[in-house]
């Protein structure tokens, strides 16, 4: 027993002096993975890209707006015009109806003072055109002005009136009221005439012209030249646009003049 009390013993020293002399084992170190990021400059760098993008973008569209504003506008500036001329062309095609010729005997004297009893023209110039008609059929008599205006709001314009007619002079006494107009008006002048009339034969009439002068009776055709130019700038060309429209209308029925140093003088013969 003594013998193996004393191997137990000498064993266990053994193992003690082993494990002090072995020393502190060896600490692992645990690594934790690397995380991917973006640094403050590149940030920046980002923002700033993302800036100009952007800034062309909206760039872009605002000026695809303007473009949109601006095709919208001169589109119904255009529209107007035709629209305009199409109604210039209808009063033209009724002027002079009905007239002497269509009664048995006239109902007012004298005959270019009646209500019931149309004129035909009464003034040609550059930039004006009056005469009289019963342009809606009913026999109700009215007279037509059509005015180149130079000053009001977006002028030069040119102007309709549309009055019934009274029992007093064509030329001087009838009454004016401005009911449509088209704006934006380039000519109208002399060296650029808005209205030009003509002869059976394809002569020129000399402007002005007006009742008192035998050869308006005598006009067998009337032209019609309006230019009209949008507000704004296109924003390709930097130019405002234009637009010119022509009509030439025939007139079918008589016109009258009444010269002072004559009689009645009626077309149509």
């Not at 003690?16 to 020393?23: M, P, T, W, Y």
């Not at 007619?165 to 934006?184: M, R, S």
């Not at 055709?221 to 507000?231: G, H, I, Y």
Request: proline share 6%.
């Amino acid at each position: 027993m003594s013998l193996v009390a004393g191997r137990w013993s000498l064993a266990k020293n053994h193992w003690l002096s082993a494990k002090n002399h072995s020393g502190p084992r060896p600490k692992t170190e645990s690594r934790r993975p690397l995380q991917a990021g973006f640094s403050l400059i590149e940030l920046l760098v980002a923002c700033a890209l993302l800036t100009l993008i952007m800034g062309a973008i909206f760039g872009q569209i605002n000026q695809a707006q303007q473009h949109s504003a601006a095709e919208q506008v001169k589109l119904d500036l255009f529209q107007e015009a035709r629209e305009f001329m199409d109604q210039m062309a209808r009063d033209l095609r009724a002027a002079g109806y009905p007239n002497t010729r269509n009664f048995s005997a006239d109902p007012v004297s004298p005959a270019e003072q009646s209500p019931q009893e149309a004129v035909g023209l009464i003034k040609l110039d550059v930039g004006q055109l009056w005469f009289e008609s019963s342009i809606d059929g009913s026999g109700n008599v009215s007279v037509i002005h059509y005015n180149l205006v130079q000053t009001g709001t977006d002028c030069p314009c040119l102007t309709r009136s549309q009055t019934s007619k009274i029992a007093a002079d064509p030329l001087t006494g009838q009454t004016e009221e401005n009911q449509t107009e088209v704006q934006h008006v380039l000519n109208g002048t002399t060296s650029d005439p808005m209205f030009q009339a003509y002869y059976s034969d394809g002569t020129a009439v000399t402007l002005p012209i007006d009742i008192t002068n035998n050869g308006l009776a005598n006009i067998n055709s009337v032209a019609v030249t309006l230019k009209v130019q949008s507000p704004y700038l296109d924003p390709k060309t930097r130019q405002k646009p234009t637009m010119t429209l022509l009509s030439t209308v025939r007139l079918t029925n008589c016109s009258v003049a009444y010269p002072s140093t004559s009689g009645t003088v009626m077309g149509c013969k």
